[in-house]
């Protein structure tokens, strides 16, 4: 059973403009973390926030969480070609597993 | 360099047959986990270890198996019984249970049947 699931399941957009990733899951969990996988790729860890956590930075990258509507986005400011790639969110529903969504596929136009 | 190695990077099985997918990492990380995708899909897991010589059974864990002999390996066998293998394989480790920490991933496995 999949616990995330991530809303759009496919993105295009531009050079330059900005790209939100939204992830809803199912149960209480320990933290969430944000993934990015190029195609045909292992997974790249980006940023993990806890779940007393309301929002993080990491360079372009903006995540929020909110732990009363079970679900987070991730926002990638001033986008790149180079950021095109498929992004994952995963939670940690303290059972000792690391629980993927399905993904959004993000292309960002030259 | 310290990290997380899968091999082979393409795998072709012909129908009836064993195969093993191997993962070693030089992270001393105590968790290790493997995934299957599917094409356009998320990553579902198939069996996870939190410490040497145990290990849990996934959400998709029928016609697999795994060993945890030693913290840093963690083989995958794809068995007979498995009826539909064709997918690309993820291994995966941490230093905590679960989704404490960040995850590293291996660059996976390509497993195709012929």
């Known amino acids: 059973s999949q616990q995330g699931e991530e809303d759009p399941q496919a993105l295009s957009i531009q050079e330059g403009e900005n790209a939100t990733m939204n992830c809803s899951y199912k149960?209480?969990?320990?933290?969430l973390q944000w993934y990015r996988q190029n195609s045909g790729r292992g997974l790249v860890h980006l940023i993990l926030?806890?779940?007393?956590?309301r929002e993080k930075h990491s360079g372009r990258l903006r995540v929020t969480l909110d732990t009363s509507k079970k679900s987070s986005s991730l926002l990638i400011t001033a986008s790149r070609a180079a950021d095109t790639a498929s992004y994952f969110c995963a939670t940690d529903p303290y059972t000792g597993k690391l629980i993927f969504g399905q993904g959004t596929t993000l292309q960002v136009k030259p | 360099d310290g990290g997380i190695t899968q091999s082979p990077k393409y795998l072709f099985r012909k129908e009836g047959q064993n195969v093993t997918l191997s993962c070693e990492q030089n992270l001393n990380h105590d968790a290790m986990y493997w995934y299957r995708q599917d094409p356009g899909q998320g990553l579902r897991l198939i069996y996870y270890?939190?410490?040497?010589?145990?290990?849990q059974k996934g959400d998709i864990a029928e016609g697999y198996s795994v060993s945890r002999e030693k913290k840093e390996s963690f083989p995958l066998t794809v068995t007979s019984a498995q009826k539909n293998p064709t997918a690309f394989y993820l291994c995966?480790?941490?230093?905590?249970?679960?989704?404490?920490?960040?995850?590293?991933f291996g660059q996976g496995t390509r497993l195709t049947v012929v």
């Open positions: 149960t209480s969990i320990n933290n």
């Open positions: 926030i806890r779940s007393n956590e």
């Open positions: 270890s939190q410490i040497v010589n145990d290990f």
């Open positions: 995966a480790s941490s230093n905590g249970q679960g989704g404490e920490t960040e995850a590293f």
